[in-house]
Structures are given as structure tokens and as C-alpha cells.
């Protein structure tokens, strides 16, 4: 049986528990750069009390100017591939992780929906990026993309993201630090 508070807790929020466990255990830090969930992971983060010992800020990025101006998102990929794409989410994982000084940066961008997919970029479809800052000079930083498709209404796919992304920082911290 459910928790009857459950429809009052954002997405994620057991994971995000789980996830803050984890980075205060790692003295970890983190901050997100957000596009189609509009500042929903970083809702779920803060959701969770303490949360100030590892979570920095979440940037909403919606528009091109603010990919370029906040994170260093660069032109030419923008003009390639679009704003919904690997190589832009691979940015905003690493371009938030670098300006906010953190562990750990999560880039966020998709096509929630109910307009504005293609066929190469049908509604539901989310770049996720996750970029890990290792020690100075031991050439460990790295970042992560990984592709999903979700279902649903805008609703459903916001949430299924942070849901994702949420799992996606969770196993690479588990993996760096060997868990």
C-alpha cells in the first residue's frame, strides 16, 4: 500500500533521499542545469531535508541564449543539433558542474510535449547528461549522455525525467566511488 503523502511529494523524492544520502556520505556536491523539466530536479533535491549540504542551485535554461550565456553551451552544436541533443546535453551537464564548482553536474533537455517533436525527435525524448568532477590533475572528470524515449503527457514525461536523471547520478556516483 502506498503512502497516502505520496501525491504530495515530487518525483524522484525516495530516490532523491536516497541520492542526498549519498552524496553527503561522499562529501559530494551538485547542480543541475535544466531545460524541458523547468527546475523539477532540482524541486526533488531540495525536497529533502538537509539537502543544503550537497545541493548548489539548478539552473532553468530554456532558451538558446541562456544554454550559451549560462553554461558555455557553444553556437555550433546548437545550430547542428539543437538544444535536444546529446552534445548540448553533454554541455550542460560539464558547463554546470564547472560554473557552480560542484561534484557533480546533471543537464537536462528534452521534448516534453504535447508539440514539438520530430521524427528523428518524437515528444518524449530526453538527453540526460551527468558530468563528474574528479580530484585536480587526475584526469578522472567525466561526463555521461544517455538517450531515453518516455510516454505520457507533458506530466508523465517531466516526471519520468527527473525520476531518470535521479537513477542516472546515482549509479555514476556509485560507480566512482566503487559501491
Not at 38 to 58: H, I, K, Q
Not at 59 to 75: C, E, I, P, S
Not at 143 to 155: H, K, L, N
Not at 156 to 162: I, L, N, P, W, Y
Request: charged share 20%; proline share 4%.
Amino acid at each position: 500500500m502506498s503512502d497516502p503523502d505520496d501525491s504530495t511529494k515530487p518525483p524522484g523524492a525516495t530516490l532523491a533521499a536516497e541520492l542526498g544520502d549519498q552524496l553527503r556520505e561522499q562529501d559530494a556536491t551538485i547542480a543541475t542545469a535544466e531545460s524541458c523539466t523547468g527546475g523539477l530536479m532540482g524541486a526533488a533535491l531540495t525536497a529533502v531535508p538537509g539537502s543544503s549540504d550537497y545541493f548548489d542551485r539548478a539552473l532553468v535554461t530554456y532558451a538558446y541564449d541562456a544554454k550559451r550565456q549560462l553554461l558555455g553551451v557553444n553556437r555550433e552544436d546548437l545550430d547542428d543539433h539543437g538544444a535536444v541533443s546529446e552534445p548540448v546535453a553533454r554541455q550542460m551537464a560539464s558547463g554546470v558542474r564547472d560554473t557552480a564548482d560542484v561534484t557533480w553536474g546533471v543537464g537536462i533537455t528534452g521534448v516534453a510535449g504535447p508539440g514539438g517533436g520530430t521524427e528523428e525527435t518524437p515528444v518524449g525524448t530526453v538527453y540526460l547528461g551527468v558530468a563528474y568532477a574528479g580530484p585536480w590533475e587526475t584526469n578522472e572528470s567525466y561526463t555521461t549522455v544517455s538517450r531515453y524515449e518516455f510516454e505520457g503527457d507533458r506530466s508523465a514525461v517531466r516526471s519520468a525525467t527527473v525520476q531518470q536523471a535521479l537513477e542516472d547520478v546515482l549509479a555514476e556516483l556509485r560507480l566512482v566511488s566503487g559501491l
